[in-house]
Nanobody, 115 residues
Framework: QVQLVESGGGLVQFGGSLRLSCSAS????????MGWYRQAPGKQREMVAL???????NYADSVKGRFTISRDRAKNTVYIEMNSLKPEDTAVYYC?????????WGKGTLVTVSS
């Protein structure tokens, strides 16, 4: 069983910054992908950023240049630094772990960007 616990969400003003963290525990294969997705009200869940065990990363076009994903392999923790936040970044952000052919999700953390 794998558990993901997110932290760091909250309310921030337009142009501000937030850092989200997600710690994974349980049966995790050494080769895996961790990342962040988000779901805004009335919209589908979308990929924000992913990072593999080798450090290779992938970003949604809407966040490139503003968000940075990183991970601590020893701690099975993934981070996302979000800068220059915009109201359209408001969403519930979900941590994701792909390992052993299975997808695992955190419960989500709300990020609200006020204008």
């Amino acid at each position: 069983q794998v558990q993901l616990v997110e932290s760091g969400g909250g309310l921030v003003q337009f142009g501000g910054s937030l850092r989200l963290s997600c710690s994974a525990s349980g049966s995790i294969f050494s080769i895996n992908v961790m990342g962040w997705y988000r779901q805004a009200p009335g919209k589908q869940r979308e990929m924000v950023a992913l990072i593999g065990t080798g450090g290779n990363s992938n970003y949604a076009d809407s966040v490139k240049g503003r968000f940075t994903i990183s991970r601590d392999r020893a701690k099975n923790t993934v981070y996302i630094e979000m800068n220059s936040l915009k109201p359209e970044d408001t969403a519930v952000y979900y941590c994701n772990l792909l390992t052993g052919g299975k997808n695992y999700w955190g419960k989500g953390t709300l990020v609200t960007v006020s204008s």
